[in-house]
């Protein structure tokens, strides 16, 4: 008879590095409250408003109203997991695949790179925005 497994398909908890015990830590809290944020917006998003509806205008009304701030939280707030989930799932990939060395120096380096970019991009958009009339 065979021991029973005690691995559930998941890459185990890394045991080397406080870093990687933390990005895989992360991982999953990230994934688990993407899934909820990610469901709220569909909901509210597809399901309560006509998706024929969604415009500026709706964006705009909803991000400058007595809600604002907690609107552009949120979405901040998804951005910005989605961008470091998305980043760290990446980071991990390449250094499975790439031997250390000028080449995953460079596709970390390039991938650290976008990742800021687009987080700091998606961040002075949600919070800068100015609605105009």
């Known amino acids: 008879m065979s021991e029973p497994s005690t691995s559930y398909g998941s890459r185990p908890a890394p045991t080397g590095s406080a870093f990687e015990l933390f ?14 944020l990610a469901l709220g917006h569909l909901v509210i998003m597809h399901l309560i408003n006509n998706v024929g509806n969604i415009n500026y205008e709706f964006v705009a009304g909803r991000w400058s109203g007595e809600l604002g701030m907690f609107w552009r939280g949120y979405d901040w707030l998804m951005l910005m997991l989605a961008m470091v989930h998305g980043v760290n799932g990446l ?32 961040s002075v958009v949600i919070f800068a925005f100015k609605r105009v009339v």
């Open 23 to 36: 990005a895989w830590l992360f991982m999953r809290l990230s994934g688990v409250l993407l899934l909820v």
């Open 91 to 122: 980071r991990t990939i390449l250094e499975d695949y790439l031997r250390p060395g000028k080449r995953r120096t460079l596709a970390l380096s390039a991938l650290y790179i976008i990742g800021i970019a687009f987080l700091a991009v998606g």
